[in-house]
């Protein structure tokens, strides 16, 4: 159970199963494997079987309002609202004083678009909770969803008393501005939303509609580019940075732009227009006709199509099928039942349908969402930890023993360490230790070869006649241990072959890293580790006592010091290591890190740099983003 939950906590969801189905197979009474395998079921986005596992363990134990919470959020994951709303009900007749359980049922009812009952709920919330800001902006939100805008924006206002730091409040905010062609202030509320949610695709997507109101179109354009880092895939953004490109006359990126939104949608019969005008523009006049005609196929009667179509089967000297197009559109104006259509006109740019509408005439038109709504967080410990942390604001972890080879993501180059390589060549013969970084999750089948690995060593243990012999086996059976997140063996194993050689440099080694897993993982729990913490920090020093010259160990343990945030020592190691081992990307990368966390904005830029030019590719986006908040810091 232990080895499942710090699994669990480290992210290692397929190995934390495991060991829940071992405690399962055994005694299937238990309802807390039965929950800890949801929560691993639902963070692999099997929302299906966490539901189920979070079931058995409600039958085993109907009481712990945590299991209904969890059942809850994996049934909002399927849509399944109503069945949630049941969940949220149970879980606050056993814990009433939960304020989340009232906040998720509100939301619920909000999809589910029971609006009545979801403003009665949301007064009880106000009414017990009146410091709790989300209450007042989804009481507004749900105002919008009835069509009252003065409502709205009332409760809105009353939010942002109590906590004008909330950008889904500012976000709201401005629907009601898009919603009244206040563009300018509109753009005003997605500024503060973004800035506090700078990951949230769809306010830039709206801001880019409301700068383009304005004419602000260079900031429009930029807007696109960044919800599509983002989000690459993001419909909205590809469709109408084409349009905005087509306006502005770049045409062979608009096309680029069209032809990702035909292959998202290759039924999107205004996008194929869209492609044929580019193509006729650029020159390419088959393919404009085959656009064209994709078009006309799926709607007849649709003049402006054939006007286009014609004028390119003149350009190409087909006369006979333009005439023949041309005569369509003649007589249809003869017989009055549809004038001339409207060409791009300044007017028309500012003109918007909704992403469901399907009407040809409105091809150049740019496409807004059905409905307005704020992406909520579910107030829960389950929501998706892993999905929305900000890893791009993570050090890269410490250097640890492992039988799996070192990769960052793009090298895979073999770390080299004398101590590892003397180890290798003394002790080991069909394998060998490698120094880590980042060591991938196990997979169930390297599971399976670790676990007899164990119970080999463990056999050859048990045959020693003294403890010099034991000591190599008892570091080879840690590091086996640790890979499948057996923190406790590991530990105890390192504690006997450090009592057997206390000067072992890879002992210290891995007994720091162990220790400083187990800390994370108790900290998680609530516990305190500060003695625990000491301990660690020991090890790594006695390590480097015998080896000074170590990077990795300097590495780590300016990683260590960068956790206390004491980060001027932290840089003085990191810069220690990088003199031993100069293409160390990871020191870079999180040297630049902890420079900017200690406002040495030039130095952390510079560092990243370093990190990215070495293979370290997702140190540009931090780049990128602090280079943004330094200019919005300097124009200020």
């Known amino acids: 159970m232990i080895s499942g939950q710090v699994a669990l906590h480290y992210e290692d969801y397929v190995l934390s199963i495991q060991y829940f189905n071992q405690v399962l197979s055994l005694k299937p ?58 969940d949220y009900t149970r879980a606050i007749a056993l814990e009433p004083q939960v304020r989340n359980y009232w906040f998720n049922r509100v939301i619920c009812r909000l999809n589910d678009k029971q609006y009545e009952q979801a403003q009665a709920e949301t007064d009880t919330i106000i009414r017990r909770w009146s410091d709790f800001a989300n209450a007042y902006s989804l009481k507004a939100e749900l105002f919008l969803h009835q069509k009252d805008t003065l409502e709205a924006a009332l409760w809105l206002g009353k939010s942002l008393e109590v906590d004008p730091y909330n950008g889904d409040t500012w976000t709201t905010k401005a629907y009601i501005n898009l919603s009244r062609h206040e563009w300018r202030e509109a753009d005003s509320c997605l500024n503060k939303a973004i800035h ?31 919800a599509l880092d983002l989000d690459p895939n993001n419909f909205l953004a590809h469709y109408n940075r084409g349009l905005l490109r087509m306006q502005l006359g770049d045409d062979n990126r608009a096309i680029t732009d069209f032809d990702y939104v035909i292959k998202m949608e290759p039924k999107n019969m205004m996008a194929v227009f869209n492609r044929g005008v580019l193509h006729e523009k650029t ?71 909704k992403r469901s509408e399907i009407d040809p005439e409105k091809y150049d038109q740019i496409v807004v969402e059905d409905d307005a709504e704020v ?99 008892l570091l080879q059976r840690s590091v086996a241990y640790a890979s499948v997140q057996n923190i406790e063996e590991a530990l105890n194993d390192l504690n ?55 990077a990795f160990l300097l590495y780590n343990h300016a990683n260590y010091l960068a ?57 540009y986006s931090i780049i990128k983003k602090y280079t943004k908040e330094m200019k919005v810091k300097n124009e200020k």
């Open 29 to 86: 009474y238990l309802y807390r494997p039965w929950q800890y395998r949801a929560v691993a079921k639902f963070y692999l986005d099997d929302f299906m079987g966490a539901e189920a596992d979070a079931s058995e363990a409600i039958k085993l134990n109907p009481y712990i309002d945590d299991l209904f919470d969890l059942r809850a959020i994996a049934r909002i994951r399927q849509e399944k609202y109503q069945d949630a709303i049941s």
């Open 196 to 226: 506090l949610k700078p990951n949230t695709v769809k306010n830039y997507v709206n801001r880019a509609l409301a700068r383009l109101n304005y004419n602000n179109l260079r900031g429009a354009m930029e807007d696109y580019d960044t």
């Open 283 to 353: 020159g390419n006049l088959n393919a404009a006709i085959r656009d064209f005609s994709a078009v006309i196929d799926e709607f007849p009667n649709f003049w402006t199509g054939l006007s286009y179509r014609a004028a390119c089967y003149r350009k190409l000297g087909m006369t006979a099928k333009a005439e023949l197009d041309e005569f369509k559109i003649l007589k249809a104006q003869l017989n009055k039942r549809q004038g001339a259509q409207n060409r791009w006109s300044k007017s028309k740019q500012k003109e918007m349908r």
């Open 375 to 473: 992406e909520h967080e579910y107030q829960s410990e389950y929501r998706g930890r892993v999905q929305n942390r900000q890893i791009d604001l993570s050090l890269m972890p410490m250097f640890e023993l492992s039988f799996q080879p070192y990769q960052n993501g793009v090298n895979t180059l073999q770390l080299f360490d004398a101590a590892v390589e003397r180890f290798n060549a003394n002790y080991l013969k069909d394998r060998r230790l490698y120094v880590t970084c980042n060591s991938p999750q196990v997979s169930k089948e390297q599971s399976e070869k670790l676990f007899s690995l164990i119970e080999e060593l463990s056999t050859r243990i048990a045959e020693t006649t003294t403890p010099q012999d034991a000591a190599p086996l």
């Open 496 to 550: 006997d072959c450090l009592e057997i050689d206390s000067l072992s440099e890879l002992g210290h080694w891995q007994r720091f890293i162990c220790q400083v897993r187990m800390n994370n993982f108790k900290v998680s729990q609530g516990a305190d580790v500060r003695l625990a913490a000491t301990h660690a920090a020991d090890d790594v020093r006695q390590a480097l006592a015998v080896n000074p010259r170590n």
């Open 563 to 619: 956790e206390q945030k004491e980060y001027g020592q932290a840089i003085d190691n990191y810069t220690k290591a990088l003199e031993v081992e100069p293409g160390m990307a990871e020191a870079y990368y999180n040297r630049g890190l902890v420079r900017l966390f200690d406002n040495h904005y030039t130095e952390g830029v510079a560092d990243l740099s370093k990190a990215g030019e070495l293979g370290l590719y997702h140190a």
